[in-house]
């Protein structure tokens, strides 16, 4: 995520009976009536998938641990009516123990659970509903036992959502407006508890990769989708399109009616602008394609066949795996740093993944390092010196920025500079590759530069990371 854009911001077809089956019908296993969807008309869904037949691999008994180190497959059916704003889920995680120890206990991280008014339908644990809990933005999923090392469970979540129709405070993450639907860590995912609330615009996220991610989206009105994500199918009346995703920390949604495209090649890599208003089109395009061909340079290879730039709706600039936002109304200054400094989180957040909500600088301050490298806009910091080694929760709004992405940005630089840059970049690219698709953190950079050289870093590092050094 980078700075607030400066510039101006705006505050009957049927389906097929297969296909209309309510999200909202009673659950397997449940006691409960069946629940009326929302005050609208239900959108429309895709059936359910059936429930887990067979043993659990859940054994009896606890061991009050979870962990964000597991391997996640994710089935999703999204039902979605752009006219009234409903967002409706059906999503079925196939979750492998991967974190060399028991759990009974799985978190999940939903932005819905904040923004949209989110009504859980059910929590199911192999078919069996369980006693779920919702705090702050994660949903808490009891085993009802241990998941061993290596064992595998599935847990499947359902639950009604209503898009914002603003872009106060953080509406611009879950929201329609400006004719254009957002949604930012919209499925249930593999997370560990993380509070959404913070006193800055920072990234109150943590997520491993999935290897699969299948999305099946049901629309009340044909939509062209910009989504992190390879189009698979679409049906014949247009409302029903499924994607398939891989090794992705989330799977992003920016839909509109009229979205337009441009497209340009970096190589084989295809880059690809979605718009509804076409201001700065041509400069977008030009300058997402060269922050690719720049970084790929530097640090290593783009990990996508594609790169994805859309329009979105308003509020940040903001990232997602192969895939970055340019808020709408978005004016020309500042324009090609902003698309830089997204295109740099395509390898420091999205290739190499930290804990974007304790540990900022990772990504943060690298990924502006990079884009003021390229744009040539490096300067100065606005606010006195402070620490980097702190999480997003600890920085006022008026300095976060200033500290962790001009004052981190400027610390790489002058490591660069004590280094020399043939040694400097040879770190960052073995960082990149040693961690590829992995969780990391600020400390695994340092470390990695520092080891790089015979110039001792430490010297430049310690002072503005007491809790590493």
Request: hydrophobic content about 40%.
């Amino acid at each position: 995520m980078t700075e607030r854009p400066q510039g101006p911001r705006s505050l009957p077809i049927t389906l097929a009976a297969v296909i209309v089956a309510s999200l909202f019908t009673l659950a397997p296993g449940s006691t409960r009536p069946a629940v009326a969807a929302h005050p609208e008309a239900a959108p429309p869904s895709l059936a359910s998938p059936a429930t887990v037949v067979g043993p659990s691999a859940v054994t009896p008994g606890s061991v009050n641990r979870t962990s964000v180190n597991l391997n996640a497959s994710y089935a999703v059916t999204l039902a979605l009516r752009y006219g009234s704003r409903a967002f409706s889920v059906d999503s079925t995680a196939t979750i492998t123990n991967t974190s060399g120890a028991s759990i009974d206990r799985i978190e999940l991280n939903t932005i819905a659970a904040r923004l949209g008014g989110m009504t859980l339908r059910y929590v199911q644990v192999d078919g069996v509903n369980v006693a779920r809990r919702v705090k702050d933005q994660t949903i808490i999923v009891p085993l009802g036992g241990i998941l061993a090392a290596g064992a595998t469970v599935k847990v499947r979540v359902k639950y009604h959502a209503t898009l914002r129709s603003s872009l106060a405070g953080s509406n611009w993450l879950f929201t329609k407006v400006n004719g254009i639907v957002d949604a930012y860590r919209w499925i249930p995912w593999v997370s560990r508890e993380t509070p959404f609330s913070r006193p800055n615009h920072g990234d109150p996220f943590v997520t491993p990769v999935s290897p699969l991610v299948q999305l099946r989206i049901v629309t009340d009105r044909t939509l062209r989708f910009a989504i992190n994500a390879n189009r698979m199918s679409v049906s014949a009346n247009g409302l029903t399109q499924t994607f398939e995703a891989r090794n992705v920390r989330d799977v992003t949604i920016t839909a509109a009616p009229d979205f337009r495209t441009r497209t340009t090649y970096v190589g084989k890599i295809q880059v690809r602008y979605f718009y509804r208003s076409g201001s700065n089109a041509a400069t977008i395009l030009d300058a997402a394609a060269d922050a690719i061909r720049a970084y790929q340079a530097r640090v290593g290879p783009y990990p996508y066949t594609t790169f994805k730039v859309a329009q979105s709706a308003g509020g940040y600039g903001m990232e997602s795996p192969g895939m970055i936002w340019i808020p709408y109304g978005h004016g020309s200054a500042n324009l090609r740093y902003l698309v830089s400094h997204e295109a740099a989180h395509q390898w420091f957040y999205s290739l190499v993944g930290n804990d974007q909500a304790r540990q900022p600088f990772a990504d943060e301050a690298t990924a502006d390092f990079l884009a003021r490298e390229i744009t040539r806009t490096r300067r100065g910091s606005r606010c006195s010196t402070g620490l980097l080694d702190r999480s997003i929760y600890s920085y006022s709004s008026a300095c976060y920025y200033e500290i962790v992405y001009i004052q981190g940005g400027n610390l790489l630089n002058e490591a660069r500079r004590r280094m020399g840059s043939t040694a400097f970049w040879a770190a960052l690219r073995k960082y990149v590759a040693a961690h590829r698709f992995g969780l990391t953190g600020t400390s695994t950079l340092l470390r990695t530069l520092d080891n790089s050289t015979s110039v001792d870093l430490s010297k430049l590092f310690r002072p503005r990371f007491p809790k590493y050094y």
